[in-house]
């Protein structure tokens, strides 16, 4: 039964954002006022944080929504990049366009969510479109003009075509399982219970499809977060709409497809992990290297965070892998420093405030006539704006992974993870691949810092060339401020987020137990193993 | 003794705070910003002073001196980083150091620097906090962070402040050392994540003493060595610099202001050879031992290489860059080979470096200020003109080609020693050769050392009278040193003094840790020595017979 009131409690953040934003939707009809819609849209977050805190975290499973705190620590990831994202496009809304933008911003942080505790493809499905459907939207509202239709055009036609790969991998899943559960409990069996069962003799039959609805669930998350070859579309997108989308596309969509990829590929189809561990390592390094290399020509700072965006989305892969690797080759040992889902989670926090934090630099220097998205437009910033330099240096640095900021300890965790698994897997075999993977992702991170410092070069080291200083907006440098108080916290105190992604990668490795019918069957993998 | 972590913690955290201080206050303008500036490093170098002053005399007990141990993320959350500082014999000097420098460094950057004087001044002592921070850090991961974070205020450095390359220069600056240093990370990851899975540890234990003990008492795989020790040598030989990997010294040097020079030269090169000194040798024996002849031949073959560059440049800076690359070729060489005479004097070299080329850099700027130019053509007789300025870069020359008596002297004989004590007496029969040809080469460093120092004091000091011309927009009338000048240099050239009389006084103190970092490598070289006798043995045998079979 979907629609008991527990679960009703459960999802109240997700249901007061909606029944808010369709009132934003409603009432921007009849009273166009920027500051009212925005101010209401703030509280509306600080209602729906509320609701979270007190109802988001005891852990339950249902047959559709699974709050875990893996679930929990994304949620309100979402729900903070939501109100973030509306500080920053507050003060840049036309009041004609005011709510519906408001209301657009807030129906994709609650996709977001949806997606984050979804335990259901129905659900999941359903959370993806209600990020994506908003966004085309607000990418044709945001800017007139022929640019933004071309990325308009480009993102939507994309993104169509992402859906029916992702829905004709779903497909597959639902001919092999015969459930949309991903996770079954109270002796219904979910996806997991059910492919360990059926790949569990020889994988013939309908079993021999399980990795072709996985490189399906791949090609169609991949575009979400931007991933080799799915990733044409980002750097052009980005360059043709406004700061405030592409941060939104930057963020909301990861967050997304990251934790559907971990719900689907980690906890629900551990029996093909074998499989599935190659994909994502290729993809990984492919993702993250094209991305870092693409970025190094860029002269438009949208453009460059577009290809930095990519080749973060390529890192967070390297924490998939790991924890797909971990499901394939296990041993009884843990690896005491991270897990790849703990490593990708506390990675993804620290990517999306430093992201958004840089997009909402670039905003507050905007304004509707002049759009700043070039390096010559920020060059001499420091002598301008001080703040806005220092900022933007605080988020380049933290992307670029340099210590004392928080950049440095996602990096810190995606390697440990990785390089645990050299140290602890009792399998050979793979120990060269894991190498590969983190030897580069170290490369990565040194090719990524030259692009990210010539931002820090132009603005604190070239003379001022834009000379028409702009009044910052004091949403945006207040959006900005907060994700720098983020990033420097975490860089100087990063227990709090580590203890989050500990709890997050527990969720995801302690996934319910097998019924007992199942269990007594050998999965790949235990058999793989006593082979050895 | 306890009190004294309560004076170390003190040191370290006086820079930090005058930093954010300083960025705190905002606009203060030029002047108030220097004096502040020169308050906080005064205070830290007394506060340095006391503590290196009450090290044990006879060095006993070093890893327990001034220990401040923190849990900062706790063993529940997987990760037992703990903010733990100390300072033993190995670091003790070089803390010491890097405050004296600071010193310096503020007071040639009094009049040199005009614009953005507060930002510039907070670098400088955020600089100051990464490097105490460095030399004391007991927790790898705190040094992995001390080490990180010294980039960015040099960046800025070299990045604002610097000559008229100097975008291209901290930008290559920076990612040399960055990608160097990144892969330096997944090699002490791997050792802190491989002592967790042998002894069965539910946390990771990223304590320097704690898992150098455990290496010890149970060595890594010699493969797992091998490729961890060739991480780690890409951070440390970047950092150095190492021949081949020199390239950016030399180009941030020319371009960094004044002040950035006299720290990079004088401490942040140290903090490669410290790595080596302090992971790679006593975590990493066998692979030490193995790769031994190969870094001392790039050691001899930087030292040949830096000082003849160093021979034919035309810029001073340029000059007194490549020397650097020679001078740490001495002490790598001193180090790696492996005894505790020639690591002895490696770590003094460290220090001797410190203290000259830091000099050196100070009076370069000096010069650079009251002319506008480093063109070596363009000088002549300057000692008629300046004579404080000549009697101080004559004596810091000195120093630096290591005159009897002087500092530079006590640490070139002492990596000469151990380095023919290594060729000649203890080397296996195989790398014999080889290693007695590199030893006779290092010497050669010497002569040539003295030949391109010399040289340039002879041309800029003491030819005939000749200046630039003075056109310069903001000329003011040449005059010698000023007191302000004099206090800058003063400390260095007393301390370059006293070294070189009593170096016995330095030996004392650091000894005990560094016997226990050599003695790591002694059952590695052991076995190494017989496998490799057996082996030629063995191959000797074989002809023998193979001779006598004929014979017969």
Redesign the interface.
Known sequence: MFANSETLIRLMPEIILVALATWIFIGGTFWANRAFWSTLAMLTYLVAAIALYRHGNAPLVMSVVTIDYLGYTLRWLALLSGAVLTLMASYHLRDQLASEALGLIMLAATGTMLVACAGDLVLMFLGLELISIPTYVLLYVARPGREAAEATAKYFFLSILSSALLLYGFSFLYGLAGTTTLVGEGGVLGIQQQLVGATGGSATGLAALAPLAIVLIFAGLGFKIAAVPFHFYAPDVYQGTTNTNAGLLAVLPKIAGLVALVRIAVIAMPAIAAYAWHLSLIIAVLTMTIGNVCALWQTNLRRMLGYSSIAHAGYMLIGLTVALGANAFGSGEVNPGYGGVGALVFYLVVYVFATLGAFAVLAQLSTPEQDVATLDEVAGLNKIHPTSAALMAVFMFSLAGVPPLAGFWGKLTLFMSAVGVVTYSTNAAITPWFVVLVVAGALNAAIAAAYYLRVVSAMYFRPVTNAAPQVPSPGGIGAALICAVVVIVIGISPRALMTAARAADEAARTAPSLPVNVATDVSPASAAMAQR | MDHMRNWLLATIATPLIGAVLLCALGNLGRNVARWLALAVTVVTLILAGVVVVNFPADGANADQYAVTDVA???A????DIHFSIGLDGLGVFLFGLSALLMFTSVLVSWEAIQDRAPLFYTMLLALEFGCLGVFAARDI?LF??FF??T??PL??LI??WGSED??YA??KF??FT??GS??T??GL??I???H??QN?????TFSIPELTASLQQAPLPFVWQYWIFLALFAGFAIKVPLFPLHTWLPLAHTQAPTAGSVILAGILLKIGTYGFARFSIPMLPAATVHFMPWILGLSVAGIIYGALVALAQKDIKRLVAYSSVSHLGYSMLGMFALNSIGFMGGTLQMINHGLSTGGLFAIVGMIYERYHTREIASFGGLAWRLPILSFFMLVLTLSSIGLPGLNGFAGEILVLLGMFQRAFAESPPQWLAPLQVLSVLAVSGVVLGAWYMLYLIQRVFFSELREPSQQHADHRPVTDMNLREIAAVLPLVVFCVWIGLAPDSLRQRMEPTLLKITAATEQPLADRYTEETEITASALGATEEEKLSRVR
């Open positions: 900062w993320l706790s529940q959350s997987g990760l991961m992995y962070i990180e974070f980039l960015i960046f800025f990045g604002i100097r975008r901290a930008i920076f990612i960055f990608a990144v892969l990370f997944l990851l791997a802190v994540l491989w967790a899975q069965g540890l539910n946390y990771l």
